[in-house]
């Protein structure tokens, strides 16, 4: 999905967090195509270890809401389960290509750059295995990226996880668009349907519900 634009429109993208209860609301009992509805805050951030001076210019700040936990398991790429519960409000998970190239270990501090400012931010665990492409992540509870981002009580996306995986959830991909559409009819929001790729969480299809704009891909 692509990232708003701070300079140019600095809250281009981002809509209240109660779209998502609506939606909820409305999906969660409406039959068994529908096993995941997720409010998230995703933006392309560049992330930098101050120690060995090395920088990732963009990797994808994903930050989900508490029902993350119920259907993803994150492990440590030492071994063991872990979740956005255990982080503190200024720890984040990396990806463990991305802990490498920033030759980033646990309890170092790195940077975050959200437009020009600069926050601090610990690494508190390097997992493996939690995205469905080859994808650099840096991942943090939604309230720690609102706080971050200035951006109290809203989000810049829903995400729907299909019954099913990858290919068998597609089948549903048609009937939940349908039914978002009724629900987010004049919110202005639009509705894409894709295979999830690129997002730490087993692979599904969904469908997205997103400001137009700017115009947002999946």
Request: hydrophobic share 40%; glycine share 10%.
């Amino acid at each position: 999905m692509a990232a708003p634009n701070r300079e140019t429109a600095p809250d281009s993208g981002y809509f209240d967090e109660a779209v998502f209860r609506q939606v909820s609301e409305a999906l969660s009992g409406g039959g068994a195509d529908v096993d995941g509805i997720l409010p998230v805050i995703r933006e392309q951030v560049p992330l930098i270890n101050p120690g060995p001076m090395l920088s990732a210019p963009s990797i994808t700040l994903f930050a989900p809401g508490p029902e993350y936990a119920g259907y993803t398991d994150l492990i440590l790429a030492e071994g063991g389960k872990v979740s956005l519960d255990d982080l503190g409000t200024d720890e984040v998970y990396l990806d463990k290509s991305t802990a490498e190239d920033l030759e980033a270990e646990i309890g170092d501090q790195l940077y975050l750059f959200v437009g020009s400012e600069a926050t601090l931010v610990k690494l508190a665990g390097v997992v493996k295995g939690a995205s469905s492409a080859n994808f650099s992540f840096v991942l943090m509870p939604l309230e720690s990226a609102q706080s971050i981002l200035n951006k109290p009580g809203r989000i810049n996306a829903i995400y729907i996880s299909n019954t099913g995986g990858a290919l068998s959830g597609a089948k549903y991909s048609d009937e939940v668009e349908e039914r978002l559409l009724t629900v987010l009819a004049g919110t202005g929001l639009e509705v894409s349907t894709e295979i999830w790729r690129g997002v730490p969480s087993p692979a599904s299809s969904l469908a997205s519900a997103s400001s137009p704009s700017p115009p947002a891909s999946c």
